[in-house]
């Protein structure tokens, strides 16, 4: 079956630096468009980055507020999907979680546009 395993997690002070990892299974990870969403406390699960499947390009879309800071990048090989997140700040302390674009003729920025889901990996910036 689909699983989307997040892992890199954890406590960071502010202006530092994470790596997360998700790791993907029981499908071809080639094929789908995958994206990286967060969810802080009392607020709404936002979007934070998208990459394409390779058969588009290496295309990808970022959120406004962490465009310059974060990098999304995938390694088919290894069916694998990371999020480098740099300078970063309290308020991006949240729940992140990797998800694949299962229903192509929807946007990036509906959620519905997305079929599974990882449990999430908790990142939390503070000093």
């Known amino acids: 079956q689909v699983q989307l395993v997040e892992s890199g997690g954890g406590l960071v002070q502010p202006g530092g630096s994470l790596r997360l990892s998700c790791a993907a299974s029981?499908?071809?990870?080639?094929?789908?468009?995958m994206s990286w969403y967060r969810q802080a406390p009392g607020k709404e699960r936002e979007l934070v980055a998208a990459?394409?499947?390779?058969?588009?390009?290496?295309?990808?879309n970022y959120a406004d507020s962490v465009k310059g800071r974060f990098t999304i990048s995938r390694d088919n090989a290894k069916n694998t999907l990371y999020l480098e997140m740099n300078s970063l700040k309290p308020e991006d302390t949240a729940v992140y979680s990797c998800?694949?674009?299962?229903?192509?003729?929807?946007?990036?920025?509906?959620?519905?546009?997305?079929?599974?889901w990882g449990q999430g990996t908790q990142v939390t910036v503070s000093s």
């Open positions: 029981g499908f071809t990870f080639s094929n789908y468009a």
């Open positions: 998800a694949r674009k299962g229903r192509q003729n929807l946007a990036w920025s509906l959620a519905a546009a997305y079929d599974y």
């Open positions: 990459i394409r499947s390779f058969g588009f390009g290496p295309s990808t």
